[in-house]
Structures are given as C-alpha cells and as structure tokens.
C-alpha cells in the first residue's frame, strides 16, 4: 500500500513540475507566462528512416530550431480501418519523443488531410468507399472518420504525456490544412464543417493551442496562420491571435518530368526577417527536411520520390550549405532581439523609397529591422544618426537598435559542394562501375493473367477499380479484324486512339508493346494516337494503365479519377471509318501477376539467369554488397526506364530517369525580387530524377537483394551505386559582412572586441582535416564554390597563409583583414574567398 501511494505521490509531483503552460495573446505564443519567439522545421518522420532521425533532430537543433513540425499521415497508419501501424518509419510516438530528448518543441500537424505531396492527401482509399461519404465537408460519415482518427491520435499523445500540459514537448496542434484555399467550392457546408472541425478539435482537451492554416474565418478558439514563400504582410482574424507563419517554402518539389526547384537562401533569409520585422513571432521552415517518398507515398500525380526540396537539411541529411548555415545565423540574430520583440509592438518608420524600419524600443530595450524591399537598388539609409547600407531586397539586424549583427543578403556560412560519386564494386568478373552483372529474371505476361480478372461491359475509372491497391490495371479486348480491312494489303496506318484520365499507359496489341503514353504533373490527362499493327482475325489488344501517386490537392481531389475512360477508337478502317471500342466487353486485371507472387522480396522459383536489355514488363533480381563506409547511398538508374525498385523488400520508391526536364525554363537566378517555384529550376534537359536514396539502416555489408520492376525497357547491368562525398568546403566573405553573430553576448554587448569578419572552415566529419587549398584570394575574387576566380585586386600571400592556418586542421579560422595579407588595394573594400577539400 505504501508503494502505491508512493508511486501516485511521484507521478502527481511529476506532472505538477513538468507540465508546462501554454497560451498565447496577439503577440505571441506564451510559454509558462512568458511570450516566446520560436523558430520551426518540418521533418516529415517517414520520409526517413529512425535511424536517421536522432542526426535529423540535432541538426535542426545546432541550425537554431526550436520547434519541429510534423503532418501525421492517416493512410499510413490505418491502411485497413481499424487496423493501426504505427512501426518503423511510423512510429510517431519515438520521433515525438526524440524530439523531446532533443530539447526541443512539437508542433503536430494532425490534419488528418495534410496535402504534403502525400498520396491520396493522407487520407486512407477506404474512405472514399464509405457509403454516403463525402470528404472534406459538413457529411456525417467523413465527419466520424476525421474525429475517430483524431481523437486516436490526441489519445496516443496524451497516454505518453506527450503534451507540454502533460510535461511533454508538443506545444501547438493543427487540425485540418488550408482549406480555406477552396472552400468555396463546398459552399455553405463548407462554412459548417470549418466551424465543426475547429470544436471537435477543441473538445479533444489537449491543454495546448490549435490552429488551422490558409483559413481566414477560422473560428476564434483556433489561431489562423499563414503560409507561403512571404507571410510579412499576414494579420490574423482576431486582435487576441499571434502572427503565425506554419509553412515557409524553403525551395518546392521536385516532379517526373520537370526540372528541379530551388530557392535561394539570400530571399528565404530575406521573408523571415521581414516576417519577424513586421510582428511575427513563429515561423515554420516547410521543409527543413524533406527527405524521400518511399514506397508509394507520394502524391501526385506524377511526384517524384526525392522529396528533397532544397531544404537546409537535404534529402540525405546532411546540411545543405550555405543555406543551412545562413539560416543559423539568421535565427542567432533574431534570438538576441527576443526581448524586445515580445515586450511591444513594432514601430514602423520609412527610410526613403523602397526602404523602412522597425523599432521594438522599450525603457529597457530596443530591436530594429532596417529592410530595403527594393528588388533593384541597394540603399544607404539613415537611422538613429547612424548610415547603413542595405543591398537591394535585404534585410539588417540590429539588436541593439545600432550595431549591424545580420544582413540577409551577406552571407559569412561556408558552402559547400556535395557529390554523389559512383562507387566502384567488385564482384567474381573484377571491379567495375554496375552494381552487379549477374542478374536473373522473370517476365512479366502481357494482359490477362489471374484468375482474379473479370469482364465488364465499357471502360472503369481506375482508382474505383483498383482502390489504390497496385498502381496498375490491365485493360484488355479481343477484336475481331476482317480480312478486308485495307491497312492489311496496302500498308496505310492503323491507329488506336485512347483518352485516359491518366497518369500513364502502355499499350500491347497482340503481345508487342506498340507505344506508351505520359501525362504530366500540370496536365495528367492523355489523348493519343498510338500506331499499331492489326492482323486479320482475332487481335488482342492489352492496355495496362498505371498511377503515378494519387491527387493530393484542390477542391474534391478525391474525385479526380484515373485510367482510360475513353474513348478508345480503332481508326483507319474501311473508307477511313472508325469503330468505338470503349463499350465492348474489356476484361480486367488488378495489379500484376509478379505482385501477386510476391516477386518484389525476391522470393520464388520462376527466377531465370540473364539480364535481357529493352524488354518491357520485366522483373529483375540481383544480390550485392553494400558500398563500405558510412556515407549515404543512392542507386543510380541510369539505363532504366521507368518502374519500382526493392531493397531487401523494402520499396525505394517509384524509378523514372526515362521522364526528362525540359530543356528550356533553367536560367541563372537572382535572389532579388520575389520568388515563385518556377523562379529558379536546375537541371533542364536531364532525368528528373536519376539518383534513388537506399537508407543505410536498409542495407547489410552483404547478401543484399534488389529487385526492380521495369515497365518500359531497360538494362539492369548498368545500374551503379553513387555515395554522397563533400567535393569542397567554401567560404567568401566580405570586409563589409556584418561579424559573425556569436560575436556578440545575449545582452548585446561584444564579447570579442576584436572581432572581424572572419572565414571559418569545418570539415564536417569528426575524423577528417583540411587536406588542400584549392583555391584562396585576398582582394576581389569572383565566382562561386568551385569556380571561383582572382579579380584584378589580388594580395600574393593568400594561398600560403591559408595553408598554414587550415591544413592538417579540422578547422580553420582567418579574419578578412589587412593586417594578414596587406593591401593589395587601398580603398576598395575586399573579400576572402577559399575553397578546401577534407580528407
Ligand atoms: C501547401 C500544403 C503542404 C504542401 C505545400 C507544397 O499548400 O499545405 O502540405 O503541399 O503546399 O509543398
């Protein structure tokens, strides 16, 4: 009895010394009474591995986080209704947790719709199936389904005391996502279910803020926030509700077929400042790490399985320089403006055209933010008796209303150059690039071939058939061709003409695949006429139409559809006619035979020897070693076509390098001026994406298994390993950089007096040192990371007095000063440039 009661006595003095308070007023999120600015990221838990998640976490940590922000994605967890997983990848509890052991905060996004280039928007097929159902809108059935997973969630957290009222880390909670982006579309049911979703919420008593995002008549128990690139000018609905930024894109994603998105950290610096500068107190970095759609998660249609997103954390992990490390400063200024921010409001003041400031000045106080917003003309500006330069489409810092501690637009991070190299592997015939030459392989038949099929009379919608089950569904028809027909004596075209909803197909007439078709991100529909070659008599005519990840956006996406609903027209007949074919009986297929076995695991006996090349529909299997060390790994497709690869039987994702960028759209991109995801794309004219992440944690030192899937034709003896290595670790800073910010205290005053703009190198790995200089120049260097050049202006000892300093060191610290190099000439004002490499 007495260990009972001191048992209960323990827990109940726990919970009183842990539990933290959290509220907020039209300031701020308050902490245990005291308002908080608070710094976010979003790592999406199973876009990487556990493994990996305690890397993740300290990374974010080391980059000035304070928060992580998570979306919690239904259809992974409850693929069968009321069948829950919540292991590996999914075990949400273990990543909440190691965020709490990281020290730092939770904001859980429940949703449960989350959109997040996700399958199907997160929500699980089976609820399109509920009859009555109607999704995202004031409809019982959908209404108990969305509470039911919520109230599972909330409970989960709450039975782990995950809650900051409970001690734990999660301090905020989003129910629903951006749905007043198209609530219009469900007119007055829509105003309803807003209103519902934000009480259900509410009642689940979870002692912390809630809010919904993109929904300005939120009601007054939820906090509206905002997202997008810019969210300076966004004021909530509500004097008594903080300015919340819940999404800031830190680049986009990547699609199969276009090219790849970045933005650079010069205007994402830029829209924090600004954000905070005009009154915001949280901003969320979406994605601070977005990392790999793995299996069949994406969304779509047409994602691709790098979510990579030019993050600071990139798809592998590692930081992404000098984005992440630019951000890091920019978080260290903001915190030592942290007491002026929160004890008032701004002040806003014009400097001139294109230019203002905002003062945070209380008796004991002050913070400015002096912003040029001029995409052109740098400005010089007065302020307080003091002049500063502002470069166009900038921000400065100053926590002390006068000293300069960060300009967004001068970066003093190093950057870095990140390689995935090919690995090299040596198996019985001697060491070579591929992975592996000895391959086997099964064919996958053309058409019908389960005993599962079924006939129908006229065309299905694909996603209604298939339930998302497999991305494939075979359409098939026999036609009878008469020996009259004139494209059979005096070779004129035969076409087959099909229409489909989409994502892609490929079409086999009497086994032969004859053509495919691609839809693409913006126009996933496909209208096509595809040249075949009939017989007289019986023809069989095999269509296998495939998802490429489901719709995960817009007003009723759950409806968008899938698959070759028609028509499909057989033309060039007789007199030049036509014959419709949609309404003949087709007979259906779900899914592939291999699927059916099992193949992907590598299993069964039906495996032969040999690699054929360019032959659709085949299986391939190899086993390999994995590339030593420690690095990252990715599988390079290069050879391929299109399909889907198993590591050990776990899915890598969807492969596509036959899908290419277009050459046009690419083109050098300046950081002034506003951004918009087709501002700045890379890699126009190549594979979208031709690299695929294996995690480590996945792979054993041998015995490995791959299995791919290939749908169009390729050679599996040209796939190779490529690790991750760091080519070059850079720095560039000018004499007219702001000091670095760890050069001042919290109270603002310098802590190193003689501090000077300084160029300071880490090689990142704990084992390796600065092994050469590969490039140094004190005066006007130009270029960047890996191309830079001397400028007219050039001192001669550059290069030995960096060698000295940083060779045979993991780290090296050079301030940018005459006193080191001299002045090679005087009056203008001069960087360092240097480019490493650690071994
Ligand atoms: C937002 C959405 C996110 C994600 C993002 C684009 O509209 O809320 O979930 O889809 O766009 O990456």
Redesign the pocket.
């Known amino acids: 009895m007495m260990r009972v009661l001191v048992f209960w006595f323990l827990v109940a003095v726990t919970a009183v010394v842990t539990a933290v308070n959290v509220t907020y007023d039209h300031r701020a999120l308050v902490i245990d009474g005291t308002r908080r600015v608070l710094v976010s990221g979003s790592i999406h838990y199973p876009r990487s591995t556990p493994d990996m998640w305690p890397g993740l976490i300290q990374k974010s940590k080391e980059g000035g986080l304070d928060v992580i922000e998570t979306y919690v994605f239904w259809n992974l967890h409850e693929p069968v209704k009321n069948q829950y997983d919540f292991e590996g990848r999914k075990d949400l509890v273990k990543f909440v947790k190691l965020v709490a052991d990281a020290g730092l905060y939770v904001h859980l996004r429940i949703g449960p719709y ?4 996700w399958n199907y928007g997160g929500f699980p097929l089976w609820l399109h199936f509920i009859p009555g159902i109607e999704l995202r809108t004031d409809n019982e059935p959908y209404k108990a389904e969305m509470k039911r997973f919520t109230a599972k969630i909330v409970g989960m957290m709450k039975d782990e005391n995950l809650y900051a009222s409970q001690g734990g880390p999660i301090i905020l909670s989003q129910i629903e ?2 749905y007043g982006n198209i609530d219009d579309k469900y007119g007055p049911a829509g105003k309803s279910y807003i209103k519902w979703a934000a009480s259900m919420a509410t009642s689940l008593n979870t002692g912390v803020p809630w809010v919904m ?1 993109q929904q300005k008549d939120a009601p007054e128990s939820v906090i509206n926030t905002c ?1 997008g690139f810019y969210c300076d000018g966004f004021t909530p609905n509500s004097k008594n509700k903080p300015a919340m930024w819940t ?1 800031n ?1 830190t680049g ?2 990547l699609s199969f077929g276009g090219a790849v998105p970045y933005r650079p950290v010069e205007d994402i610096a830029f829209a924090v400042a600004r954000f905070y500068q005009r009154g915001g107190t949280f901003q969320n970095y ?1 994605m601070y790490h977005g990392g790999t759609n793995f299996g069949h998660s994406t969304g779509g249609p047409f994602i691709a399985t790098s979510y990579d997103y030019d993050a600071p954390l990139d798809e592998y992990g590692a930081p992404r320089q000098p984005k992440w490390g630019h951000l890091n400063e920019l978080h260290k200024a903001i915190k030592l403006c942290e007491e002026a921010l929160v004890a008032t409001n701004p002040k806003y003041t014009s400097l001139g055209h294109n230019a203002e400031a905002h003062v945070y000045k209380t008796s004991s106080t002050c913070a400015a933010f002096l912003a040029n917003i001029d995409s052109q003309n740098d400005a010089t500006v007065t302020f307080n008796g003091n002049s500063y330069h502002l470069p166009a489409w900038s921000v400065s810092i100053l926590p002390d209303c006068k000293n300069v501690v960060f300009n967004s637009a001068k970066i003093n991070s190093v950057s870095t150059i990140r390689k995935f190299v090919t690995t090299s592997v040596s198996d019985e015939s001697g060491a070579s690039e591929a992975i592996s030459s000895d391959w086997s392989y099964v064919s996958e038949p053309v058409g019908i071939s389960s005993d599962d099929a079924f006939n129908r009379p006229g065309l299905l919608e694909q996603i209604n058939t298939t339930a998302d089950q497999s991305d494939y569904l075979w359409y098939s028809l026999r036609a009878d061709i008469k020996g009259d027909e004139p494209f059979l004596h005096d070779g004129s075209q035969t076409n087959l003409h099909v229409k489909s909803l989409g994502h892609v197909f490929h079409l086999f007439v009497n086994d032969q695949l004859e053509g495919s078709a691609t839809g693409s991100a913006s126009q996933p529909q496909i209208s096509k006429d595809i040249p075949i070659t009939l017989k007289s008599g019986k023809n069989k005519i095999d269509i296998l139409s495939l998802t490429v990840g489901l719709q995960n ?1 817009g007003a009723f996406f759950d409806k968008t559809g899938a698959g070759i609903t028609g028509p499909v027209e057989l033309m060039g007949l007789t007199n030049g006619s036509s014959v419709d074919l949609s309404s003949k009986q087709w007979t259906y297929q779900i899914g592939l035979k291999g699927e059916a076995l099992g193949l992907n695991t590598g299993g069964s006996s039906l495996w032969v020897s040999g690699s054929p090349k360019s032959q659709p529909l085949t299986w391939y299997k190899t086993n390999f070693d994995a590339p030593s060390g420690d690095n990252p790994v990715a599988i390079d497709f290069t050879g391929m076509g299109k399909g889907e690869a198993w590591v050990n039987g776990q899915s890598i994702g969807r492969y596509w390098p036959a899908y290419i960028a277009p050459t046009s759209g690419c083109s050098d991109c300046s950081y002034k001026g506003s951004y918009s995801s087709s501002k700045c794309l890379k890699n126009c004219g190549k594979p979208s994406q031709k690299l695929y992440h294996v995690p480590r944690s996945w792979l054993k030192p041998s015995g490995n298994v791959m299995v791919l899937f290939e749908e169009i034709g390729g050679d599996p003896t040209r796939i190779s390993f490529a690790t991750q290595e760091l080519e070059s670790l850079c720095s560039h800073v000018s004499q007219s950089h702001p000091l670095p910010v760890d050069t001042w205290s919290q109270d603002k005053s310098r802590i190193k007096s003689k501090s000077e703009p300084r160029v300071s190198l880490e090689c990142p790995h704990p084992n390796q040192v600065i092994s050469s200089i590969k490039f140094a120049s004190f005066g006007t260097p130009q270029g960047k990371c890996g191309s830079f050049s001397h400028g007219k202006c050039r001192s001669t000892n550059a290069l030995s007095v960096i060698q000295k300093a940083c060779i045979g060191s993991r780290t090296c610290n050079v301030g940018v000063a005459t006193a080191t190099f001299g002045d090679p000439c005087i009056g203008v004002v001069k960087s360092l440039a240097v480019e490493a490499s650690c071994a």
């Open positions: 989350v959109c997040a280039e996502n951006e995002c997202n999404e894109w986009w994603f979406y956006y």
